[in-house]
């Protein structure tokens, strides 16, 4: 479609799973569009988003992701980037957690895989650059601590569908970052919060809490020239 009111209109009418959009487009913009998109209810508003965009700035990107973009790919169009943005939008890159019956797993097979995956990194360096690569590092850092405490505000309310929207949206800077086992914990309790399995709920919430911290010390440890921005990872509540 041409715009992003065309791209709003077609995911109203029908199922997509993914949505590649621009950020600059006429008559909405991509921010705008979803944005809407957003607001629609299940599973319409759900679809995962990827954005198109020339600016690799702190701002532009913060701006995709608080308007619910899952994922960003830099302009030039990097072939193998955006094949790797797709593919972790469609949870193609990790082993998904089963049904809900099965989300709650022993404590030593959550602890058995590594905490990230430097090829992950490495593929962001590839197709984003040094630069785009520290933007998400960054806002991953600023990031997670209103992230997660808005996690257990919706915990604590017994608001099961903000608690499962809040837990997906952090699927997507997770896989993007390498933090495979905070993706699959998040993936966990986005199923236990839509499948309304309170018992374990409470388990998973606490094993969310140790998985941001390990992935922001993962982070702040990978590379030597981004150790500026380790600090901000201590707002991430024990």
């Not at 690799?56 to 990107?61: P, Q, R």
């Amino acid at each position: 479609v041409d715009d992003g009111q065309a791209a709003l209109d077609a995911v109203m009418q029908q199922a997509f799973d993914l949505l590649l959009t621009d950020v600059h487009m006429p008559v909405m913009d991509g921010i705008a569009a979803t944005r809407a998109i957003r607001a629609l209810p299940a599973p319409r508003g759900q679809i995962s988003i990827i954005a198109v965009t020339s600016s690799m700035s702190v701002e532009g990107v913060r701006n995709c992701l608080n308007a619910g973009m899952n994922d960003f790919v830099g302009k030039p169009i990097n072939p193998e980037a955006l094949d790797l943005a797709i593919r972790r939008a469609l949870g193609l890159l990790a082993e998904d957690a089963g049904a809900p019956s099965a989300v709650l797993e022993d404590e030593d097979r959550r602890d058995s895989g590594p905490v990230g995956e430097p090829l992950a990194l490495k593929a962001l360096d590839d197709g984003v650059g040094m630069q785009g690569l520290a933007v998400l590092i960054y806002l991953f850092f600023v990031m997670m601590p209103e992230q997660q405490a808005e996690l257990h505000r919706a915990h604590a309310a017994g608001d099961w569908a903000r608690l499962a929207t809040r837990a997906h949206s952090l699927r997507g800077p997770g896989g993007s970052l390498g933090l495979n086992r905070l993706q699959q914990t998040a993936r966990r309790v986005e199923v236990a919060a839509r499948s309304g399995d309170l018992t374990a709920l409470g388990p998973l919430m606490t094993s969310l809490d140790a998985e941001l911290r390990s992935g922001c010390e993962w982070l702040a440890s990978r590379r030597a020239d981004l150790e500026q921005f380790a600090p901000a990872a201590s707002g991430v509540a024990s």
